[in-house]
Structure formats: structure tokens, C-alpha cells
């Protein structure tokens, strides 16, 4: 660029900048000048407004607020009703004066008008100011526009001269050197025409500015004379409104003068009334209080008087409490007397109606003590009466008399305080005439004399006895008391002496009879031998080698090597003499003497001998064999190199498993700091165990955990009314608790309440330690899972009612049979979900009404129990003839529903499965199993038990073994004994009336007649107990055999004689059992001159394991000992070396005969022939078969029960595995974080659910409810479909899993339901009427099934990959649309395509077809189209004749296509498949031919079980419905899915959506509803 161009391009720059300067400060000057005169004039108008009205409000306000406030006051007074009757001038003077006031105030509203008028002109004015203001802004804004439009055109011409210069650079850049010259020129002429553009320009820019400068003053002036105008325009009308209101002011001035002086007249009126008012009221006041201090005074005088009747009367009742307390009847009596007399003296009725039901309560219990008082006299009377010395009717007067004083004493009475000398009485006579009479005579003078001191302490001590203390001591327990003192042992009785004084009556039976427990060992404690006791358990090892593993060896041999002299808790010093010593200085010896072996035993068994001593004052300590024992026990938990989570120990019965597991207990405790859960195998034997060793417990607990409650550190799970202390008693597993005895169903009970809760981080068992008393538990061979489910009628839905709520009210409309209105259609997924499975279970109640009354009452009965449960008078489910209070299911939800349909208050409850519980996973998740059993099990058990727990064995020799120079007695098969006959000896064969101790009979009836010729010799020599299979058995024997008794033995008691010892017995009447049991091992009668008979004791399963049945008759035992008579031969070793254990305890002989019916066996192998030897097998009736050797026998029977048990648990493999992968699955849904909720009611019930919506709900759902038939691969498939909140559950097998076996085979659903792949025929209607009718406003039928179709047949968890699927549109005849015909073998059905079904719904290929030709089964000649079913519309067919085939949609030939369809798919090909037929129509069959419903049904009763059938018909049109509905029947009578949905409502597609829901249930879900808990 050359300079003068530079020269030009920055004057032109120059200009246009301040042009820009020169245009921004003006326009800036005039913006301010029309701000100021816009803020000015509002500003000047408000000063004249508030000066012309300032001054009148502010007379005016005062004198009305001087008004109002006397007007106030007036109103206010008190009285002013009867002042105004004495001032009538007054009140008249001032209602004129108000009428005057509101003339005054009418003015003042009307200058309020004038003013108003006045403002709103000058906001009109103010309002064209401001348009004028907004049309110079206007006139700105072009100015603006102006300035720019200039600025644009600068820009533009410097961009022309840019240009032209860039031009010129480049064509003289161009230009070569022999054309200078000529460039030179061309820009001489181009300066100069840029000289004369410059000046051009720069003319018409002075000319623009001059322009712009002239307008802008034009339009400047214009304004200002415009403003002034206005301005002055506005002066003037100000100026005239000022005038105005100075006119209307004054006149306002003097309407208020007036209205002042009236107003002040006013008030002196109401002064003087004020004072008249003051001075009355005050008098009235004086007068009122006067009264009330009357009245107060009177009131409290009455009050007074009342509160010394209270006193009286709370003292008269709390005399009467304590009397009737303290049982004093004396006492009861007289305040009793007292209570009435004060009660007739109180005025009050409040406290004559509280001391009614007092008196009424204390008469009760007086008249009650009268009544136990007279049948203790009688008894007493009638005992005294009777003189002879039959020594069984002695007893019974005896157990009458006791009886009479136990319920005197239970009743409350004190009988020391109210006739002492009845009890001394009564004392004597049980003495002197039964006591007396029952006692042994000993060549000992003065040891008799003891024991019968003894036995007067035991019947003083208990007649004596408050009703605490008493407890449940019968004469049953004072019998044994009595018996068991009565012996030849000087030790016992010392020891025994203690017992009775340091003992209530209560717990005395259970001391005295644990205390000859602990003298039997004592007697043999010398006899032990340590030599010998470690070369049996070496000798063990070597006999039960094979069973043991390389550690257990290790850790015995490793017991042995430590357990020395050096360590043993008694040396030779101690046992010598040890007899005399007393036991607390051989404990503080043995406390203080240091065994390094035993580690923390040492401390445990001090502590237990001292606790003993406490107890018993008698020294007892663990034997050899339970140190030894217990010292392996040790190793293995202390171990932390093994891999062995499980030892399982062999321990005989009646060798102190009792003591191992206590002692085990207290050393996990204190030597690892773990809990420990301690399961036995039965209730009572669990409550009996605790108490024997509760003391010792409380002695751990203030070691282990000082801090805690000593009777929290140790409890029992129970029932508290069968404990003797309660405190300790809990019906469940507490946290806090260190040592827990309970049941194993209290183990799993733990966990899944924990789960049910939402709490299962607090349900971690890894530092707790399993103790079980026999492993029964462990050994899973049925039931290895169970499903919980959880109550989620508490969730509220979107329409604002709960799901219960919302289920209770469709249930009521369906059941009902009625439609369900519109507000309660389902609008949410939950809601269809509940809403279908509603209506399928009231079909299904309905099915089950119609099962004959035998099988409904096997399955769900009315309850008639107790009404605590709130169940009276509704269905609960039954098992195994019980009712099973507990159950839970949205099925019998429905069902109760059904009988309560009238009752508007009835509320269901509705149910989701959503967890699962695998056994053995809870149990494998403690650190360390331990096991005593009475014995290790078959291979079977021990290979299950090692691959499930990683268990280990051993045997634990007798302690009687480990003695030296004692004989070991065990249960012996019945044989000859040598019996005493006079001076001599006979040979009695003990199995009389049997060609051999074993025998089995062809059917029940000849085995009974064998057991009851059996029991009634034997029992004249031993006594006899009788092992039935099963507590119905064992009520049918007792019936027979005292039926036989009443027959054949005349005068004999059958009740007496005949005992029942059932689980059931002990139900009824625990106190009954507790006899049964005493005296099951007496002889029937007390006489010792008479018969030495005894009793026979009947009993199950239950009372054949752990039930001690002490033996103290010698003769009896010389003969053999206790009798077992089994009926049965268990399946289970375990079991029969339970029942063995039955007799031969302790030292005592034994013996057992066994008596077998071929029918029971029959029956436990169905006929199989493989329980009993095949010549036992097939008796006929009338004979028997004796084996030559009946421990073969036996053996055969066991054999065969460990082979069905090894079965049984290979048949639940798939149920273990699965299960167990499906608990660890459901314990990461609920541990996650936010995927549960917890909501807490009002009534302080938990209710918990999973926080999971939609799909990941379902699929956790169905996971939950099909875990058995997935294999492990499938469930980690389904898991990663559950979604919540932060996304997708992470499962993985290889990461995450620990089951056992990952390759398990699924159990097979029903052959109707198995998920193996499917066949689904769809044959849709696609006649006219389906198009031509519609539902809704605007879809038609067909618009309405195939959308639901769609949604079924493309839903990957309905319809599989593998699966496959067919549609037919059928009408004058068929057309297959899925598969196309050539696509795939010409079949019905082929493998199924989503993207074929889709097209089939968004292409309309059904309707295609419904006017399409092919495939129509109607010859041209029968066409005839005038009002036949199904006319089209003229785009379709019309009407008339037709000389053609008709297209498809012109008829309904329903059941020749449906039969033809079925046989297409029961063809073989589809063998391997489950056979599905869905039927969509709309209407009946054209041809209604009979024999076409004749196939129909012909082939639905032949091949009904091998598919399942679904009917569903849209709209009112199908007449015939119950054909449709037998069609669907004969399906479901044989054991496939057959339903029959008829959709009639078509105001919308709510109906047709409910059909399809349940075929889409159908599909994906087993059919049975039942959501069991």
C-alpha cells in the first residue's frame, strides 16, 4: 500500500471514530434529560397527593380510632345486658351519635371516591407521558439505525478499495518487466481516481453529518416544546385538583368538628357507665368468690373423707393380698370380712365397683381352699380307714393323700399356718402305713434307721413346702425320692442326706437321681486304670483304623503321649482312701496342682468338680476315656494347620456325652473366645442337659464375659412352662448368648429370621462352634432347601392403597363373581402381576372345592384350636394330620378369602418367594463341627459327611473298658437264663412263646398276637418296653394289649399295667409321662409277698433315643435285664444302636427280642422286595419265618436302609447343589447395600422386602422359585439379570462359589411343565368379526390379540432360542403364517424367529390372510355370502352370491382345525419337546357338526397328557362356552395344563390382557400357584 493510500485509509479511520464519539455523548445527553423529566413528574404529583390528604387522614383516623376504642370497650364489659335496662338515655344518645359517625364516615368515603377519581387522571396523564416518552425512544432507535446503515456503508467502501488494492497488487505482480511502463501509468490514473473517491467521500460525509446534525435539532426542539407542553398541561390540571380537595377538606374539617364533639359527649357517657359497670361488677366478683370459697371449702372436706376411705380401703385390700399370699386362711377370712364391710361403708360407687370383682376373686380362692381343704380331710379319713396291709392299696390312698395335699399346696394355702396338726397327720399316715410298708429291710439296723429318717425328711420337707418351692413335685417324684434312698450304700445316703437339705422338693428328684449317677462312676473311680486306657484307645486305632483319617490318628496318639500321671487330675495319693476325704480338699488339691496338658481343662473340670461339690458334696471327675476324648477335641480345634472343619466322635450310651459336650462348651468359651451352638436331637433331652449343667455355665460366664447377665451368657432354646427356671428359657437364638442349647431347627431358624429381617450381616456363624449331640441334622436325605417367603402386602402402590389392600378387593369382586370396577384395574406392573395370580387362584380354590371332603381335609382344614393364634374358624394347611399354623401361601390367602367374602373387615395378606435356604450351607458356615454320636454311621453317611463337611472320625472306647477287673455288660439278643426256683436253679427260656428271639410274620395282626404272648410271660419275670415304628403304632398296641389285659387278667388295672410312653403321651400330660417313665422298670406291685410282676411300657421312636430307663431290681436282673420287644428294625443304624442302648446301661445287663411284620417292609420298599430276605419277604398269612442267625436278619434290613438313604441322597443332589448355589446368590441380593428396605409398623412388627422393581425383581423371583430345575451355569445366567439399584448383581461360580458339586444335573419340572424346549401352536381366528367388531374406541379385536401375542412370542424368558413356535390363521379353513411352509420341513411348528413374529404384526399379515384364498376348505358352490356370520365391508367381500372360493376370513371352522393342528403336532418329531396349544377365538364353529365335537373330545381324552391346551374367546359372541370349557377340562384331567379364558369385556383391552397374562403365567411358571413357606 502506498502512502497516500495509508494517508487516506487513516483520515478516513480518524472521521469515523469521532463521528462514533460525537454520536454516543449526544445520545447519552438526551437519554438523561428524558430520565430526569420522566422521574420528575411522578415525584411532583406524589408531593401534592400527600399534602392535600396527609393532613385529613390524620384527623380523621384519630377521631375514629377514639370512636372505635370506646365502641370496644362497651362491648367488652361484663353485665352490659342488664345496664343497659338502667341506662336506656345513654345508650340512645350514643346509637345517635354512631348514626352521626357513619354520615360522617359516608363523607369521608365519598372524598375517598373524588381522590381516587382524581388519581386515576393523573395516571392517565402519566400513561401518555410515557407513550410520548417510548415514541422518542423510538425516533433514538432510528437515529441508531441510521448510524449504523452509515457505518455499513464505510466498511463496505473500504472493502471496495481493500479489494481494488489486493487487485492491483496481483495484476502488478503479474505484469513482467516489459510492461512497467504502462502499470506505471494505469497507477498515475488510479491515484487520481482515488484523489477524486476521496474527496467524493469525504463531501458526502460533511454532508451526512450536516443532514443528521439538522434533524437531530428539528426533533430536539420538536420534544422539548412537546414535554413543556405537557408539562405545563399538567400544572394546571394539578392546580385545579388542588382546589377541589381544599373545598372538599374544609367541608370534611367541619362534618369532624361535629363528629369530635359528639364523640367526646360520647365518652363521657360511657366513663360515668364504665364506673357504674366497675362498681357492680366488683360487688358481683366479692360475692362469687365468697362462693367458691365456700364451695372449695365443702370440696375439700368431701375429698377429705374420700382419700381416708381410699386409704382404708387400700389398706383393707393389700391385708387381703398378703393373706391370700401367705395362704394363711385364717387370716383370708377375717379381711376378707373386713374388705366387705368397708366396701358397704364406702359411699362412693368408684370404689364399691373396684372392690367388687376383688371380693369376688378373694371369695373364689377362699372357696377353692375350702374345697382342696375337705378332699385332703377325706383322704386323710379314708386312708385312716383302711386297715389292712395290701401294700398296693396302701399306695394308692397314698398317691390319693399326696394328691389331695399337692393341690391344697398349689392352690396358695399355707397348710402349716392353718391346721399344722392336719399335716402332721397326714405325715404319719404316709410314714407309718406306706413308707413303712414300702421300705426294704436292711441286716443293718442302724442303716435302716437312716434311710428311714431320710424318707421323713423327703415327706416333711414336701408336705411342708410353700407352692414355689413345691414346683412340680408330684408323688410320682416322691416315690423316687423315697426308692432311690432305700439302698445298701452308706456313701449314698451321706451324700443323699445333703441332697435333701440343700435341695427344694422341686429339683430334688433330678439331684437324688444325678447324684446316683455320680456314685456309680465314683465306685469304679479307683478301678480306672491309665496303663489301660491308653492301650485301648491304641487298640482302637488299630480296629477302626479305616475309618479314621492320618490327623485323627495323629491327634489321638498325640492325646495319649501328653495325657501322663504327671498330668491327670487324681494321682495314686488322692485315690487312696479317697472315699473318707472330704471332696472340697481334693479339689482345692487338685486346683492347685499344675497339668499343662489339659491347658484350659484343667480349669473346666476343677470348675465342674467344684460345682459338683457345691451340689452333691460328692468328688467327680472326668474318667480316663472323656479326658482322653475331650483332649483330641482339643487338639483338633487348636489345630491351625488342619483343613478338617468337622470331627465327629463315637461315644456309647450311657458313657457321659452329656458331660463331653458341657465340658466342650465351657473350653471353646474360654480356651478361643467362639460361641458355640449345642443341638440336640429332642426337646426334652435339651432342656434336661441345660439344667444339669446350668451352674457350670454361670461359673464360665464370670471368666469369659464378666460384664454380661449370668443368665444371658448361657440359655436354652425351650418352653418356659416345662423349665424349673425360666429366667434362662428363650424361644429362639439370642445374639448375645455365648452357649446356646436348642434344636437344630433353632439353628436354621437363626439364619433365615436374619434373612427375613434384612439382617444377615448379624447372622455370620464364623466365630461360633457346632456342637451336636447325634449328627442326625448333618445328614440330609429329603430336604436339603427350603423357600421362605416374605409378607409384601405392607408395599404401597401408586394408587395409594397397600398390596394387601388392593388384592383383598379383587379377591372380594372375583370371588364374587363380579366384574371389577374401572378404579381398581391394574396401572402398574405389580398390580397386573397380583391381579392375574388372584384370579388364577380363585379358580384354582374352585377346582379344590370340587376334590372329594377326604382329600381337602388332607390338605387344608377349618381350625379349631386355640383362639392365642387368632386362626379359629379360617383354613390352615395339614401335615401329617396337624395343623400347620405356620404355613403361608397366596393359595390358601385365596382360600380363606373365599369363606370370607361378606365380611368387609377381612384383610389378605399376599406373599413373594424371595430366598432360599440351603441346610447344609448354614451349617458348614460355623469354623468347627463337633459330633458325639452314639455311633459313626455306614459308609454311606461317612462319605457324605466327609465330602458335605469335610468330616473326620473316631471311637471312644467304654469307661468301663478302661477299667481294671470289671465285666462289660451290652444288649444281648433273649436266651436262656438260669431263674431261682426255691433253693435252686431253672432254665427259662426269656423269648417263651418264640421258636427264636427274632421272628417275622406275614401281616400286623399275627405280629401283635406274637408281641402280646411275648410281653405278658416275660413281663412275670423282667420288665418289658415295646419299640413301635411310629406314635400311631404305639396307641393301637397300648389299646390291644389292655384290651387283653381287662380279658384275661381279672381285677388287674390295664391302665397300671400297660404304659404308654409316646411322644403323643408326653403332648397330653408330661406329669402321666414322667410316672410311665419312673415306673416302667417296677415291679407292678409293692407287696413283697406277692407276684414279682412287672409292667409293660409301650413306646415310639421318640422314647426309644435318649430316654434313660433306670434299672434297680436285681432279679430282674440276673434274668437278663430290661426286655426290648421291637416291632420295628429302623432303617438307620444310628437309630437301631439308639434303641439298643435302651437297656444294658451303666452296669446293668440287657436284652431284646425282635418281632417283625413282611407287610411294613412290603411297604417301605413298595413292594420291591429288598428290606427282608426274599423268604421273609413273601409269607403267606398264617406262617412265620425265624432266620438261623437274627443279627443277619438285621444286618439285611440295615444294609437296605443305608442303601435307600445313600438313594435318597443321590436323588437330592440337584435340590443340594442347587439349593446351595441359590442361598448364596439370594445372601448377595439382600447383603448389598440399598437392595433391601426395612419398614417398621405401629404395632412393632419388621417388615422387610426387596428394594428391587420390574425385570430384576422378576428374575430374582423366578430364580427363587425355579432353582431346583436350573443347573449351576443357569443360575449364574439368571443372576445377572437381577438389577437394583447401582446396577447388575455381580455373581460368578469360579469367584463367589463354594458347592459342592458345579455339574449336578437339574431336577425335571412335570412332564406338562419341564423347561426343556417347547412347541407353542398359536392358532388365531381370523374371521370378519374380529376386524369388524372392536375394543375400545378404537382398536379391534385383532389389533388387540396380535399385539399381545407379539409380546408373548418375542419375551426371551418365555419363549427360549431352542424353543419352538407356530401361528395358524384359521377361518373358512387354515394358512400357516409361522413357519413359512418350505422354510422348514413342512412342520406345524419350527425353531422360533422373533423377527418373523414381529413382521407378522407390523406387516398385517393376518389380515392379509383373512382375504387371502389359499387354504380355504369351502367348495364355490356353497359360498353364499348374504347375511352369513363374518360380511365384510365392500372393500372386503360384500354381499350376495359369489361363484368363487370365499377368502379365509368368511367362516369359523374351529374344530376341524383344531383337530387337524393336533395331529400335526403330536406328531414324533415333537416328542422332545412340551407341547403347547393356544387357541384365540371369537366365535362358535360355522359347521356345528356333532361328530366334529365328538373327534374333538375323542382326541382331547386320548392325548390330553401329552400337550397342554389354552382357549381364549374375545367378546360376547361364543355361545357355547361350556363345550369350550370340557375341551379344557379333559386336558387338566390328566395332568397337563388345560384352561378355558373367556375375555367378554370389550369397553377396553383389560380383559384380553388379563387372558393373555395367564397364558404368559402359564408358559413361564409352574401351574400350582402356591408360594410355600
Same mark, same amino acid.
Given at each position: ?120 387522571? /393523573? ?20 437515529? /441508531? ?60 460525509? $460533511? ?25 405545563? $398541561? ?42 357504674? /359497670? ?207 434312698? =432305700? ?85 495314686? #495319693? ?199 449331640? #447325634? ?33 383383598? $378387593? ?224 404305639? #396307641? ?118 425282635? /418281632? ?120 449364574? =445366567? ?124 407390523? =406387516? ?79 366365535? =362358535? ?89
Amino acid at each position: 500500500m502506498s502512502s497516500a493510500e495509508q494517508e487516506f485509509t487513516d483520515r478516513l479511520e480518524q472521521l469515523r471514530v469521532a463521528h462514533r464519539q460525537r454520536l454516543r455523548s449526544e445520545t447519552a445527553a438526551y437519554e438523561e434529560q428524558v430520565k430526569a423529566l420522566h422521574d420528575e413528574l411522578p415525584q411532583i404529583m406524589r408531593q401534592r397527593r400527600s399534602r392535600s390528604f396527609s393532613e385529613h387522614s390524620l384527623e380523621l383516623g384519630a377521631s375514629s380510632g377514639a370512636f372505635s376504642s370506646c365502641l370496644s370497650c362497651l362491648a367488652a364489659l361484663p353485665g352490659l345486658e342488664f345496664l343497659a335496662i338502667k341506662h336506656d338515655n345513654i345508650f340512645t344518645s350514643a346509637e345517635r351519635t354512631e348514626h352521626e359517625l357513619e354520615m360522617a364516615e359516608a363523607g369521608n368515603e365519598l372524598l375517598k371516591q373524588r381522590l381516587q377519581e382524581a388519581t386515576q387522571a /393523573i395516571q392517565a396523564q402519566e400513561k401518555e407521558l410515557q407513550e410520548q416518552f417510548q415514541a422518542v425512544e423510538m425516533e433514538r432507535q432510528v437515529s /441508531i439505525q441510521f448510524q449504523r446503515s452509515f457505518t455499513e456503508q464505510m466498511a463496505e467502501a473500504e472493502t471496495q478499495q481493500r479489494l481494488a488494492l489486493e487487485q492491483i497488487k496481483e495484476e502488478g505482480l503479474a505484469v513482467q518487466e516489459a510492461q512497467r511502463a504502462e502499470i506505471l501509468a494505469s497507477h498515475a490514473a488510479h491515484a487520481e481516481a482515488m484523489q477524486s473517491l476521496k474527496m467524493q467521500a469525504a463531501e458526502e460525509l $460533511q454532508t451526512a453529518e450536516r443532514q443528521w446534525a439538522v434533524e437531530m435539532a428539528a426533533r430536539k426542539n420538536s420534544h422539548d416544546e412537546a414535554m413543556e407542553l405537557l408539562r405545563q $398541561q399538567a400544572t394546571e390540571d394539578l392546580e385545579k385538583a388542588n382546589h377541589e380537595t381544599l373545598k372538599e377538606r374544609q367541608l370534611r374539617q367541619e362534618v369532624l368538628r361535629k363528629a369530635n364533639l359528639q364523640v367526646a359527649q360520647a365518652r363521657q357517657l360511657h366513663e360515668r357507665a364504665l364506673a357504674t /359497670i366497675r362498681e357492680d361488677t366488683s360487688k358481683a366478683m366479692q360475692q362469687a368468690q365468697e362462693e367458691s370459697a365456700r364451695q372449695i371449702e365443702a370440696e375439700k372436706k368431701r375429698q377429705g373423707v374420700f382419700v381416708q376411705q381410699l386409704i382404708s380401703f387400700a389398706q383393707a385390700l393389700m391385708t387381703l393380698l398378703d393373706a391370700a399370699k401367705d395362704g394363711d386362711r385364717k387370716a383370708l377370712d377375717m379381711e376378707l370380712e373386713n374388705m366387705r364391710q368397708v366396701k358397704d361403708a364406702m359411699p362412693e360407687d368408684a370404689i364399691r365397683r373396684l372392690a367388687g370383682p376383688l371380693i369376688q376373686q378373694t371369695s373364689h380362692t377362699q372357696r377353692e381352699w375350702i374345697r382342696r381343704l375337705c378332699d385332703l380331710r377325706d383322704g386323710l379319713e379314708k386312708a385312716k380307714s383302711y386297715g389292712g396291709n395290701d401294700v398296693d392299696t396302701l399306695s394308692r390312698l397314698a398317691r390319693q393323700l399326696f394328691g389331695a395335699i399337692t393341690a391344697v399346696i398349689d392352690s396358695g394355702l399355707d397348710l402349716r399356718k392353718h391346721d399344722m396338726q392336719l399335716c402332721m397327720d397326714s405325715e404319719q399316715w404316709l410314714f407309718e402305713r406306706w413308707l413303712c410298708s414300702m421300705s426294704h429291710n436292711h441286716d443293718d439296723v442302724s442303716l435302716g434307721v437312716d434311710i428311714a429318717n431320710l424318707q421323713k425328711s423327703i415327706l416333711h420337707k414336701a408336705i411342708l413346702s410353700s407352692k414355689e418351692d413345691l414346683g412340680n413335685f408330684d408323688f410320682t417324684d416322691l416315690e423316687a425320692c423315697t426308692e432311690i434312698v =432305700d439302698c445298701n450304700r452308706k456313701t449314698y445316703i451321706d451324700l443323699a442326706r445333703v441332697q435333701i437339705d440343700h435341695n427344694p422338693p422341686k429339683t430334688l428328684a433330678r439331684a437324688l437321681s444325678q447324684l446316683n449317677a455320680l456314685i456309680y462312676f465314683l465306685d469304679y473311680l479307683e478301678k480306672e486304670d491309665l496303663v489301660k486306657a491308653k492301650d485301648v484307645f491304641g487298640t482302637y486305632i488299630n480296629k477302626y483304623g479305616e475309618l479314621m483319617g492320618t490327623e485323627v490318628k495323629y491327634w489321638v496318639l498325640q492325646a495319649c503321649n501328653k495325657y501322663t500321671e504327671e498330668s491327670m487330675l487324681l494321682r495314686k #495319693e488322692d485315690l487312696t482312701g479317697i472315699k473318707d476325704k472330704k471332696p472340697a480338699d481334693v479339689i482345692r488339691q487338685m486346683s492347685m496342682r499344675p497339668c499343662h496338658a489339659l491347658g484350659k481343662l484343667h480349669r473346666v473340670f476343677c470348675k465342674l468338680a467344684m460345682v459338683w461339690e457345691q451340689d452333691f458334696q460328692v468328688l467327680s471327675v472326668p474318667h480316663h476315656s472323656q479326658v482322653l476324648a475331650l483332649l483330641v477335641f482339643k487338639t483338633f480345634l487348636e489345630d491351625p494347620q488342619t483343613a478338617v472343619q468337622t470331627l465327629i466322635a463315637q461315644v456309647s450310651t450311657g458313657e457321659g456325652k452329656s458331660m463331653l459336650i458341657a465340658a466342650l462348651a465351657a473350653l471353646v468359651c474360654s480356651s478361643l473366645g467362639k460361641r458355640v451352638h449345642v443341638v440336640g436331637s429332642d426337646r426334652k433331652l435339651v432342656l434336661r442337659d441345660f439344667e444339669n449343667f446350668r451352674a457350670l455355665f454361670r461359673e464360665v460366664a464370670a471368666e469369659v464375659a464378666p460384664e454380661q447377665q449370668a443368665d444371658r451368657f448361657a440359655v436354652v432354646c425351650g418352653d418356659p412352662k416345662q423349665a424349673s427356671n425360666k429366667s434362662d428359657v428363650v424361644q429362639s437364638i439370642p445374639d448375645d448368648a455365648w452357649i446356646v442349647y436348642c434344636e437344630a431347627r433353632h439353628v436354621t431358624s437363626f439364619y433365615t429370621q436374619k434373612a427375613r429381617s434384612g439382617a444377615l450381616a448379624k447372622a455370620s456363624l464364623k466365630e461360633h462352634v457346632l456342637i451336636m449331640d #447325634e449328627v442326625d441334622a448333618l445328614i440330609i436325605d429329603e430336604a436339603p432347601s427350603d423357600h421362605f417367603v416374605y409378607d409384601i402386602s405392607w408395599r404401597l402402590l401408586s394408587r395409594g392403597l397397600t398390596l394387601g389392600d388392593y388384592v383383598t $378387593q379383587a379377591a372380594r369382586y372375583i370371588g364374587k363373581g363380579q366384574s371389577c370396577p374401572e378404579d381398581l384395574e391394574p396401572s402398574s406392573d405389580m398390580e397386573e402381576q397380583a391381579f392375574s395370580h388372584v384370579q388364577y387362584l380363585m379358580e384354582e380354590v374352585e377346582k379344590w372345592r370340587s376334590k372329594p371332603k377326604g382329600e381337602r381335609d388332607a390338605e387344608y382344614q377349618l381350625y379349631v384350636g386355640s383362639d392365642e393364634i387368632g386362626l379359629t374358624g379360617i383354613y390352615v394347611r395339614m401335615l401329617n394330620g396337624k395343623a400347620d399354623v405356620k404355613y403361608q401361601s397366596n393359595f390358601l390367602e385365596c382360600l380363606r378369602m373365599s369363606e370370607q367374602l361378606e365380611n368387609a373387615s377381612y384383610k389378605m395378606k399376599w406373599y413373594e418367594r424371595l430366598f432360599v435356604m440351603s441346610k447344609p450351607r448354614v451349617l458348614q458356615q460355623y469354623s468347627k463341627i463337633i459330633g458325639l454320636s452314639g455311633t459313626i454311621g455306614d459308609a454311606w453317611e461317612r462319605d457324605f459327611l466327609h465330602k458335605a463337611y469335610n468330616a473326620q472320625f473316631y471311637v471312644v472306647p467304654p469307661f468301663l473298658e478302661t477299667c481294671a477287673d470289671v465285666q462289660v455288660h451290652s444288649a444281648q439278643w433273649a436266651a436262656i437264663e438260669q431263674q431261682r426256683v426255691g433253693n435252686g436253679l431253672r432254665p427259662v427260656t426269656m423269648h417263651v412263646g418264640l421258636p427264636s428271639p427274632c421272628v417275622v410274620a406275614a401281616n400286623a395282626e399275627q405280629q401283635y398276637k406274637l408281641v402280646e404272648s411275648l410281653c405278658f410271660e416275660v413281663r412275670k419275670m423282667v420288665p418289658v418296653l415295646v419299640i413301635t415304628a411310629c406314635p400311631e403304632d404305639a #396307641e393301637r398296641v397300648v389299646e390291644q394289649l389292655r384290651h387283653h389285659a381287662r380279658t384275661a387278667l381279672a381285677g388287674c388295672n390295664p391302665t397300671d399295667l400297660i404304659r404308654s410312653m409316646s411322644q403323643r403321651e408326653y403332648d397330653r400330660d408330661p406329669r402321666m409321662y414322667k410316672e410311665s417313665l419312673r415306673a416302667s422298670t417296677q415291679t407292678l406291685s409293692k407287696n413283697s409277698a406277692g407276684p414279682h410282676d412287672f409292667r409293660i411300657t409301650v413306646t415310639d421312636p421318640t422314647g426309644a433315643r435318649g430316654t434313660d430307663y433306670q434299672m434297680s431290681d436285681e432279679t430282674a436282673d440276673k434274668l437278663g435285664g430290661l426286655m426290648l420287644v421291637m416291632m420295628h428294625v429302623p432303617p438307620s443304624r444310628r437309630d437301631w444302636i439308639q434303641y439298643k442302648g435302651r437297656t444294658s446301661r451303666q452296669n446293668w445287663r440287657g436284652q431284646y427280642c425282635v /418281632i417283625l411284620s413282611a407287610e411294613d417292609y412290603r411297604a417301605l420298599d413298595q413292594g420291591m422286595g429288598r428290606s427282608l430276605p426274599q423268604e421273609a419277604y413273601h409269607l403267606k398269612p398264617g406262617t412265620q419265618y425265624v432266620p438261623q442267625d437274627p443279627e443277619k436278619l438285621v444286618e439285611h434290613i440295615l444294609i437296605y436302609g443305608a442303601e435307600e438313604s445313600q438313594r435318597k441322597v443321590d436323588a437330592c443332589d440337584a435340590s443340594y447343589n442347587a439349593g446351595f448355589v441359590a442361598n448364596e446368590i439370594c445372601e448377595k441380593v439382600w447383603l448389598r447395600p440399598g437392595w433391601h428396605e426395612v419398614q417398621a409398623r405401629a404395632n412393632g412388627v419388621v417388615e422387610t422386602d426387596v428394594n428391587l422393581q420390574g425385570p430384576g425383581r422378576r428374575a430374582f423371583a423366578d430364580l427363587c422359585l425355579r432353582y431346583m430345575y436350573m443347573t449351576a451355569q443357569e443360575l449364574e =445366567d439368571v443372576s445377572r439379570n437381577i438389577t437394583g439399584p447401582g446396577g447388575n448383581l455381580e455373581f460368578s461360580l469360579e469367584r463367589d462359589s463354594k458347592v459342592p458339586n458345579r455339574s449336578y444335573q437339574p431336577l425335571p419340572l412335570p412332564a406338562s411343565l419341564a423347561r426343556r424346549r417347547k412347541a407353542v401352536l398359536v392358532l388365531v381366528d381370523v374371521s370378519g368379526s374380529m376386524t369388524t367388531n372392536k375394543i375400545g374406541p378404537e382398536l379391534t379385536r385383532l389389533d388387540v390379540c396380535k399385539l399381545q401375542l407379539r409380546s408373548i412370542l418375542t419375551n426371551n424368558n418365555i419363549i427360549c432360542e431352542e424353543d419352538h413356535v407356530g401361528v395358524v390363521a384359521f377361518g373358512a379353513g387354515q394358512r400357516r403364517l409361522i413357519p413359512k411352509a418350505p422354510a422348514w420341513r413342512n412342520s406345524i411348528v419350527g425353531p422360533h424367529d422373533p423377527q418373523a413374529v414381529k413382521a407378522l404384526v407390523d =406387516d398385517g399379515q393376518l389380515e392379509a390372510a383373512q382375504k387371502a384364498t389359499e387354504g380355504v376348505n369351502v367348495s364355490p358352490r356353497k359360498v353364499v355370502t348374504r347375511g352369513s356370520k363374518g360380511s365384510m365391508t365392500p372393500q372386503g367381500f360384500g354381499a350376495g352370491e359369489r361363484a368363487q372360493k370365499p377368502p379365509l376370513g368368511m367362516y369359523t371352522f374351529l374344530y376341524s382345525t383344531l383337530c387337524s393342528s393336533l395331529e400335526e403336532l403330536l406328531r414324533p418329531a415333537h416328542d422332545a419337546f412340551s407341547r403347547w396349544v393356544i387357541l384365540l377365538c371369537d366365535g =362358535d364353529d360355522t359347521e356345528k357338526k356333532p361328530e366334529q365335537e365328538s373327534r374333538c373330545l375323542e382326541m382331547l381324552r386320548s392325548h390330553g397328557s401329552c400337550f397342554n391346551l389354552i382357549i381364549i374367546s374375545v367378546g360376547s359372541d361364543v355361545t357355547r362356552g361350556p363345550l369350550l370349557q370340557s375341551f379344557a377340562d379333559e386336558v387338566a384331567q390328566r395332568g397337563s395344563v388345560g384352561k378355558y379364558i373367556a375375555a367378554t369385556n370389550e369397553e377396553d383391552d383389560t380383559a384380553v390382557r388379563r387372558a393373555f397374562a395367564q397364558v404368559e403365567k402359564s408358559l413361564a411358571m409352574a401351574g400350582d400357584g402356591q408360594t410355600e413357606a
